[in-house]
Nanobody, 115 residues
Framework: QVQLVESGGGLVQAGGSLRLSCAVSGSRFLFNGMGWYRQAPGKQRERVASITNGGNTNYADSVKGRFTISGDIAKNTVALQMNSLEPEDSAVYYC?????????WGKGTLVTVST
């Protein structure tokens, strides 16, 4: 059974940094693409950043220049380095992986940015 396990969320002051990590277990296959999404209370889930197994990255306009996604294909892991955090970044962050045409989600990790 494929599982995605996130870690690294928490409480940070505005302007601070956090690093989220996600590891895929239970898969014999390497990911085709992985990414991070977030959902704030009362809002729809939105894509934050994504990376392909070829290393191509894509970011939401709201996080460009502040967040960096990185992945280790061999280990099926992905990380999101978040700098210059703003209160608007507060949300539950979900790891997403596409493996052989199937999409998987983690349970989410809470990020809270205080003023």
């Amino acid at each position: 059974q494929v599982q995605l396990v996130e870690s690294g969320g928490g409480l940070v002051q505005a302007g601070g940094s956090l690093r989220l990590s996600c590891a895929v277990s239970g898969s014999r296959f390497l990911f085709n693409g992985m990414g991070w999404y977030r959902q704030a209370p009362g809002k729809q889930r939105e894509r934050v950043a994504s990376i392909t197994n070829g290393g191509n990255t894509n970011y939401a306009d709201s996080v460009k220049g502040r967040f960096t996604i990185s992945g280790d294909i061999a280990k099926n892991t992905v990380a999101l380095q978040m700098n210059s955090l703003e209160p608007e970044d507060s949300a539950v962050y979900y790891c997403n992986a596409k493996i052989v045409g199937v999409e998987y989600w983690g349970k989410g990790t809470l990020v809270t940015v205080s003023t």
